[in-house]
């Protein structure tokens, strides 16, 4: 199939040879085309430009965008939608004061998905799942990671694993699946963290790598769940079985793990709320990628990852939802870029660069998406009439997309 947008007021994210990512100052660069058409064959960029230059093509569909933008698809680099239930009680917990430790201490947070999941049948995940990934898809993301974590056993780890493999192969954009055993240490462990790391290394690490059911691995390094030796530990099993590593780290204290990341070559180091500037050295010339959600900023009410520093540091940054039950429960890209420029203050610019290109190079498929570049796949976005692409988080309430294309095809939820 063919498709041609004639007439785009803006082709934002243009790329004629597209950088595996952006940072520091490059991150404000964000290239357009005024008045321009855009040429779909065979589900991928075939040729753009502007209207002046346009084929006369027959025998396609045709587009007209007349006051409207396209531009990629947003990339989330880091989202949980495989779970099971809500937690909307905990919700209330937190309105009357708890804090996320609080939750946890009296057996909510984590553990309490883990509980509701162990009862869930894969059937029934997936039908959840499968509703929220279309959900998202609907508000404008064309590629996403998904983790797994709310197992914790070797039985539901694997459970959520094969949801994400199912979603996979049903859904025509690019998902990748995360491997995050270590998300807490489960009840049977709680006084045998060494057993329950011996667990994930010798028995769930291989049985994932045999059915080829995770392409990354993931840890939360932080005070009281796992420890940046703990995390180097992971992620050098993982390693040995060429399972690059993705960590949460920083999201409430400081405690090295960004440089182990770093040295350990992970892909991305998600949440960093709080960065010093050991930190900061450490990213800088690195290919690791920091990756701000500022949904679980919001929800929570913590500390912004300071985006500001950090590119003025000359770092890159990706934006992600962190999509879960406890703790983002909103997979909305839209708002993260609105939240990025409302409370990070990055300019709507940054903020787009860090939701298409970057997030597409913190979960590995900056080659198949992320810019508007001839030969990547035509994940798309067609907004409503618009003034320009500041629009788009200026009406931060609003999701202005009119059409989502995956792979050239208009996605219908």
């Given at each position: 199939?063919?498709?041609?947008f004639?007439?785009?007021?803006?082709?934002?994210?243009?790329?004629?040879?597209?950088?595996q990512?952006?940072?520091?100052?490059?991150?404000?660069?964000?290239?357009?085309?005024?008045?321009?058409?855009?040429?779909?064959?065979?589900?991928?960029?075939?040729?753009?430009?502007?209207?002046?230059?346009?084929?006369?093509?027959?025998?396609?569909e045709?587009?007209?965008?007349?006051?409207?933008?396209?531009?990629?698809?947003?990339?989330?680099?880091?989202?949980?939608?495989?779970y099971?239930?809500?937690?909307?009680?905990?919700?209330?917990?937190?309105?009357?004061?708890?804090?996320?430790?609080?939750?946890?201490?009296?057996?909510?947070?984590?553990?309490?998905?883990?509980?509701?999941?162990?009862?869930?049948?894969?059937?029934?995940?997936?039908?959840?799942?499968?509703?929220?990934?279309?959900?998202?898809?609907?508000?404008?993301?064309?590629?996403?990671?998904?983790?797994?974590?709310?197992?914790?056993?070797?039985?539901?780890?694997?459970?959520?694993l094969?949801?994400?493999?199912?979603?996979?192969?049903?859904?025509?954009?690019?998902?990748?699946?995360?491997?995050?055993?270590?998300?807490?240490?489960?009840?049977?462990?709680?006084?045998?963290?060494?057993?329950?790391?011996?667990?994930?290394?010798?028995?769930?690490?291989?049985?994932?790598?045999?059915?080829?059911?995770?392409?990354?691995?993931?840890?939360?390094?932080?005070k009281?769940?796992?420890?940046?030796?703990?995390?180097?530990?992971?992620?050098?099993?993982?390693?040995?079985?060429?399972i690059?590593?993705?960590?949460?780290?920083?999201?409430?204290?400081?405690?090295?793990?960004?440089?182990?990341?770093?040295?350990?070559?992970?892909?991305?180091?998600d949440?960093?709320?709080?960065?010093?500037?050991?930190?900061?050295?450490a990213?800088?010339?690195?290919?690791t990628?920091?990756?701000?959600?500022?949904?679980?900023?919001?929800?929570?009410?913590?500390?912004?990852?300071?985006?500001?520093?950090?590119?003025?540091a000359?770092?890159?940054?990706?934006?992600?939802?962190?999509y879960?039950?406890?703790?983002?429960?909103?997979?909305?890209?839209?708002?993260?870029?609105?939240?990025?420029?409302?409370?990070?203050?990055?300019?709507?610019?940054?903020?787009?660069?860090?939701?298409?290109?970057?997030?597409?190079?913190?979960?590995?498929?900056?080659?198949?998406?992320?810019?508007?570049?001839?030969?990547?796949?035509?994940?798309?976005?067609?907004?409503?009439?618009?003034?320009?692409?500041?629009?788009?988080?200026?009406n931060?309430?609003?999701?202005?997309?009119?059409?989502?294309?995956?792979?050239?095809?208009?996605?219908?939820?």
């Amino acid at each position: 199939m063919e498709k041609l947008f004639i007439n785009i007021k803006e082709l934002v994210q243009v790329r004629s040879e597209a950088p595996q990512f952006v940072a520091g100052a490059q991150m404000n660069e964000l290239p357009i085309i005024a008045n321009a058409f855009l040429w779909i064959k065979d589900g991928l960029i075939k040729e753009y430009g502007s209207m002046d230059a346009c084929p006369a093509l027959t025998d396609m569909e045709t587009i007209d965008a007349t006051g409207r933008l396209v531009l990629p698809a947003w990339c989330d680099s880091h989202t949980h939608i495989v779970y099971a239930g809500n937690r909307e009680g905990e919700f209330v917990d937190k309105i009357k004061g708890l804090s996320y430790e609080d939750i946890a201490q009296k057996g909510g947070g984590i553990l309490n998905s883990t509980k509701v999941l162990a009862n869930t049948s894969e059937d029934e995940l997936y039908e959840q799942s499968k509703e929220r990934l279309l959900g998202v898809m609907h508000e404008g993301t064309g590629a996403i990671e998904i983790k797994s974590g709310y197992g914790l056993t070797v039985d539901s780890e694997l459970k959520m694993l094969r949801v994400i493999q199912r979603l996979k192969a049903e859904f025509n954009l690019p998902i990748k699946a995360t491997f995050l055993g270590a998300h807490t240490i489960p009840e049977a462990y709680k006084n045998n963290k060494e057993g329950y790391l011996l667990l994930l290394t010798d028995v769930l690490l291989p049985e994932i790598k045999k059915e080829n059911l995770a392409d990354y691995i993931d840890v939360f390094c932080e005070k009281g769940y796992f420890s940046v030796e703990d995390t180097e530990r992971l992620m050098q099993a993982g390693a040995a079985l060429s399972i690059k590593a993705k960590i949460h780290v920083n999201q409430f204290n400081a405690i090295g793990g960004v440089a182990a990341g770093v040295k350990n070559n992970a892909l991305s180091l998600d949440h960093l709320e709080l960065i010093n500037d050991e930190d900061i050295t450490a990213i800088k010339d690195s290919k690791t990628m920091p990756v701000a959600l500022p949904g679980c900023s919001f929800f929570l009410n913590i500390p912004y990852t300071p985006a500001r520093k950090m590119i003025d540091a000359d770092l890159p940054i990706a934006l992600a939802s962190d999509y879960n039950p406890g703790s983002a429960p909103s997979g909305n890209m839209n708002f993260a870029v609105a939240a990025a420029c409302i409370k990070m203050k990055m300019t709507p610019e940054e903020a787009i660069n860090a939701a298409t290109i970057n997030g597409a190079y913190a979960m590995g498929v900056e080659a198949e998406v992320g810019s508007i570049t001839v030969g990547k796949k035509a994940n798309l976005l067609l907004t409503d009439k618009v003034n320009s692409y500041h629009s788009l988080p200026y009406n931060f309430g609003s999701n202005l997309i009119d059409k989502v294309f995956i792979s050239g095809e208009e996605f219908c939820k």
